[in-house]
């Protein structure tokens, strides 16, 4: 895949993860649908394929979750490059592809998360900040479903996938009512999706 980016759309780039650093309530796996809908719907600076690669890349390698943004952005950069077929030359784009997608979602929300957390400690007994934490709970359940639902529907309509919402409903039930490992639960789940079955 091959695009052209100005100035001007590495800025708007760096801004709109400056935006999305703030909605990143309960980690940045939650901004990925807007992720999505900017970077491959709206702009077309990354491929459906590219953006689920990222996303699974990021899921299976250990650490935090937060490495499928600077994927993303690498993946910007040697598009705007002229794509994979550049060779090593598109390696100085993709490294500002990942300091721009890395930087943006990173500053504004470490710095809010400093002052607030400082603030929050010291405050953590006032109605205001206990009723506040009380309501982040479904805005961060709501904005993870919604990640899980693009994922979902990367295979087709996540609605006609009967055993995407069995293996769903089972591992809800899994969680709630039993002490097993979520490791053996992912575990399970990699080995249903390789053979095909879900």
Request: positive net charge; hydrophobic residues 55%; glycine residues 12%.
């Amino acid at each position: 895949m091959s695009i052209v980016l100005s100035t001007l759309d590495w800025l708007q780039m760096f801004g709109h993860f400056l935006s999305l650093s703030l909605l990143a309530v309960g980690g940045a796996i939650a901004t990925a649908p807007d992720m999505h809908r900017y970077l491959v719907e709206q702009q077309h600076w990354l491929s459906d394929e590219q953006f689920r690669t990222c996303m699974a890349l990021a899921q299976a390698a250990p650490g935090p979750n937060l490495l499928f943004i600077p994927l993303m952005g690498w993946n910007v950069g040697i598009n705007a490059a002229g794509g994979v077929s550049a060779g090593m030359a598109a390696w100085p784009r993709g490294l500002l592809g990942v300091g721009t997608s890395l930087v943006g979602m990173l500053l504004p929300s470490t710095t809010l998360t400093l002052a607030a957390a400082r603030w929050g400690h010291q405050n953590r007994e006032r109605l205001g900040v206990r009723t506040f934490k009380a309501g982040m709970a479904p805005i961060v359940i709501g904005l993870l479903g919604s990640t899980g639902w693009i994922l979902a529907n990367a295979r087709g309509r996540a609605e006609d996938n009967w055993a995407l919402w069995l293996l769903t409903a089972g591992v809800t039930l899994l969680v709630w009512r039993t002490r097993i490992h979520l490791l053996w639960l992912l575990a399970a789940g990699g080995l249903l999706g390789w053979f095909g079955l879900v």
